[in-house]
């Protein structure tokens, strides 16, 4: 019922867009794009900010996507992430705004939104292997190492022979006092990468 909900949702949007569209003529819009991204390479963000606005509207979700990039790209933030939550709005069973969002969020330091967001992206994707590993990396490096572990199980399960996954659980094990899990996790990882310098002190420390 959920995901009908959300096809309903996407749809409506979609309805939304293609009627958006029919008041702009799409060669206006391709054409700001086209010039926006010439004077984005050339670092001049005030020209590419204002050649979309020529022809951005509220309910248009690629030109609030393309303000809002071009708004961190200028160093923006809060005005870049007022815009990736309006593009939210605009589609909120999408995942890409609130991915996006993120980047802007760092640079504000808000790590409590970033947490918000990647678990807003979990529940319509709850197998998103990188959130769930971003996730997992905010808790260890916030010493949660309980909570750190619950999302690194979940990639653990899914890729059980990637390094990355494989020697950052066998990390989390270790701190949580688990030697004889961190001691198999880290001989596991070494089968992909035996000279690992990382794997190797973990194992010397399980000792």
């Known amino acids: 019922m959920d995901f009908l909900k959300k096809i309903n949702v996407i749809i409506f949007f979609l309805f939304s867009f293609i009627m958006a569209s029919k008041a702009q003529d799409s060669k206006q819009l391709i054409a700001a794009f086209s010039q ?15 050649e979309i606005q020529k ?14 990039w071009l708004y961190y790209a200028s160093e923006k933030y809060k005005e870049s ?26 640079a504000l330091n808000n790590w409590d939104k970033v947490i918000s967001n990647y678990q807003e992206i979990l529940k319509i994707s709850p197998n ?8 997992g990396l905010i808790y260890y490096n916030r010493e949660n190492y309980p909570l750190a572990k619950k999302y690194f199980d979940i990639n653990l399960n899914l ?14 094990a270790f701190r949580l006092g ?3 899990i961190a001691k198999a996790l880290f001989n ?15 194992l010397k420390l399980c000792k």
């Open 55 to 68: 022809v951005h509207n509220d309910r248009n979700y690629e030109t609030t996507m393309r303000l809002a």
């Open 128 to 135: 998103y292997s990188l959130i769930n590993y971003r996730l």
């Open 188 to 202: 596991k990882a070494l089968l992909v990468y035996p000279a690992n310098a990382d794997c190797l002190e973990g």
């Open 159 to 172: 890729f059980p022979f990637d390094f990355e996954t494989i020697n950052i659980s066998a990390w989390t």
């Open 36 to 50: 926006s991204y010439l004077m984005e390479t050339n670092k001049n963000y005030v020209a590419a900010i204002a």
């Open 81 to 106: 992430v007022a815009l990736y939550q309006k593009a939210i709005d605009l589609m909120p069973a999408s995942i890409e705004p609130k991915i996006a969002m993120v980047t802007p969020l760092v």
């Open 178 to 180: 688990k030697t004889d």
